[in-house]
């Protein structure tokens, strides 16, 4: 199966690593202000942001956020860490397994190769804005549908790849779905169904 380009999330296409900084991250992104004020954790315990950080805009799932990230966090670290988004999941951090699949402007990259920083002024999207309010969103109902798990770990970012696929492309052909999901591994081996899963997501986004 072919693998996506090497550095699928990494917009400046620098091969920069993020594996070792990550080690080495403290607590500490201190949400500012937001059209609903956010207390992360790090801010619950007092922690405050060190004096380097950046205050930047985002727009998640539909909501305006603004924060204070230093500027070697990764788009992961800051959604999972410090705003409690724990559907984008943590696997290689090297961008290599797409467990950190999200939608930047609609088109999956990986989380783990994205700073939060050049993510600002962009729409984001996880796995928890597919959701129609307590209804699974078509995507994710199609996975449980045709059974395209066994541990699930890769799911989310199986489904955020089936999802940016279906935004650009409603009809997409096997070959493009396989094309898709295939910088996004399944250490299980779930690939037959997943497949299936995205040809029923089609169906279900058309109907
Ligand atoms: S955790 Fe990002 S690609 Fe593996
Ligand atoms: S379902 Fe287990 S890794 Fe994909």
């Not at 080690?23 to 004020?37: E, F, R």
């Not at 493009?176 to 899963?197: H, P, T």
């Amino acid at each position: 199966m072919e693998k996506k380009e090497k550095h699928k999330g990494c917009q400046c296409d620098c091969g920069f690593t993020r594996r070792g900084f990550l080690s080495s991250m403290g607590a500490g992104a201190v949400a500012l202000a937001a059209s609903g004020k956010i207390v992360t954790p790090a801010a619950a315990a007092g922690v405050k942001a060190p004096m380097d950080s950046l205050s930047i805009q985002l727009m998640i799932n539909g909501r305006s956020q603004r924060l204070l990230v230093e500027p070697r966090w990764s788009l992961l670290y800051v959604l999972r860490e410090h705003l409690g988004l724990t559907g984008v999941k943590i696997g290689c951090e090297r961008g290599e397994c797409g467990a950190c699949t999200v939608l930047i402007n609609d088109i999956p990259r990986y989380g783990c190769l994205t700073l939060a920083v050049e993510a600002e002024g962009s729409k984001i999207t996880t796995l928890e804005g597919l959701m129609q309010g307590e209804d699974l969103g078509p995507v994710q109902q199609a996975f449980v549908e045709k059974d395209a798990f066994q541990c699930g770990y890769c799911t989310p970012g199986q489904i955020m790849a089936v999802e940016g696929l279906l935004r650009a492309k409603p009809r997409p052909s096997v070959a493009e779905i396989q094309r898709e999901v295939s910088g996004n591994l399944c250490r299980c081996g779930a690939y037959v169904n997943i497949f299936k899963a995205a040809d029923r997501a089609a169906e279900l986004k058309r109907s």
